[in-house]
């Protein structure tokens, strides 16, 4: 599937036309991330689909999403641009940008430098690169080029061999360990526990997938995670509001995650 995407995802660059810059204040993801007053950070995500699940709320709002998420206690938002396979769209990050006051993730297959330009275009504070889309030589020119243009980054992984040779090239600030296997879809919290063992003191682990309940924020913490990363719990939910509070089993506003 991955490949699918990414083959998509070089179309679309060719096709790519450069949007209008947008002014607004960028916030740093690694701030609200290393916040003291939280125990555990969460980014909450704006997802309507994916390729594993299907559609999961196509009926969203995502501004009102977002600034529910922000209400509830989110430290940041990640918003699905991938149109295809996602359902998400651009247009969703910059109203979102607009509409809260904490950092924004763009969520999308980053394959070119011409997407970074793009992100800073349209507002983003901080881009996803994966390393299994893109190796990590160029993962890390990529991450050069985005501080260029004044955009952090979530750099994710797959597994405790991937982290390590991204490890051999350089050590990103936020790195981010995505729970799903990406050849049977199946999440596992294990693959957080797996990597942790080779974790660099001095970066940011994010625990992406397969979060769903209390017990599993339980699990991340105590494994040393500084994030989660949580998208189609929260929007299954009857409301953001309530799937934030059951997923940290208790109002999350104001206090530090459980």
């Known amino acids: 599937m991955l490949n699918k995407i990414l083959e998509v995802k070089q179309q679309e660059v060719i096709e790519l036309k450069l949007p209008t810059q947008q002014e607004v204040e960028k916030r740093s993801f690694y701030e609200a991330l290393s916040d003291p007053n939280r125990s555990l950070g969460l980014i909450a995500e704006v997802k309507r689909a994916s390729p594993s699940k299907g559609i999961i709320n196509d009926k969203i709002d995502p501004v009102e999403v977002a600034k529910s998420y922000q209400s509830a206690g989110a430290d940041a938002i990640s918003v699905l641009t991938d149109q295809q396979f996602f359902k998400g769209h651009i247009e969703d990050l910059i109203a979102v940008k607009q509409a809260v006051n904490i ?31 893109l190796g990590a030589e160029k993962t890390f020119e990529f991450y050069k080029e985005a ?13 405790k061999e991937e982290l390590l040779e991204l490890l051999k090239v350089f050590t990103p600030k936020v790195i981010g360990v995505n729970n799903r296997n990406l050849k049977t879809f199946q999440t596992s919290i294990e693959e957080t526990e797996k990597v942790i063992e080779v974790m660099p003191k001095d970066a940011l682990l994010i625990s992406e997938s397969g979060i769903h309940n209390v017990e599993d924020i339980r699990r991340v913490k105590a494994l040393g995670a500084r994030g989660v990363l949580v998208g189609e719990a929260l929007m299954k939910a009857e409301t953001p509001e309530l799937g934030i509070n059951h997923l940290f089993g208790g109002e999350r506003v104001g206090t530090s995650a459980t």
Not at 109 to 120: A, G, H, L, R, T
């Open 103 to 133: 950092p924004v993730l763009r969520k999308d297959f980053i394959v070119d430098q011409k997407q970074i330009e793009e992100s800073s275009r349209i507002g983003a504070d901080v881009i996803l690169l994966i390393v299994a889309a």
């Open 147 to 159: 501080e260029r243009f004044g955009l952090e980054c979530l750099v994710e992984v797959h597994g």
